[in-house]
């Protein structure tokens, strides 16, 4: 059975960020093929919930690349069977500091 995902505030941010960066910088083409891209992948995200590599720092959240630009956390609740994207940003971008 497929988790359900939800999206935190800052994945959402984080998605609109680099949906604007393509619209200023790229193609229509670009735009569908990333939004396409992230579908995809979280599409396997809900049927494979550990795909991605648990983080050094938190073993409660999994970090990957969805592609060779684009980075997400997340974490798994498997009582719930909910996938919380916590995070996506590019690869380029620092990440915060907490």
Same mark, same amino acid.
């Given at each position: 059975?497929?988790?359900q995902i939800i999206w935190a505030p800052k994945a959402i941010a984080g998605y609109d960020?680099?949906?604007n960066y393509l619209r200023e910088n790229w193609t229509?083409?670009?735009i569908?093929?990333?939004v396409l891209e992230v579908d995809n992948f979280i599409e396997v995200l809900a049927?494979?919930?550990e795909i991605l590599q648990k983080s050094s720092k938190n /073993?409660? #959240?999994y970090r990957g690349p969805i592609n060779k630009l684009t980075i997400l956390t997340y974490r798994i609740r498997p009582k719930n069977q909910q996938i919380d994207l916590i995070n996506i940003r590019g690869?380029?971008?620092k990440? #915060? /500091?907490r």
């Open positions: 059975m497929a988790y960020r680099i949906i229509d083409r670009e569908r093929n990333f049927n494979h919930p /073993k409660s #959240l690869a380029r971008q990440p #915060l /500091k």
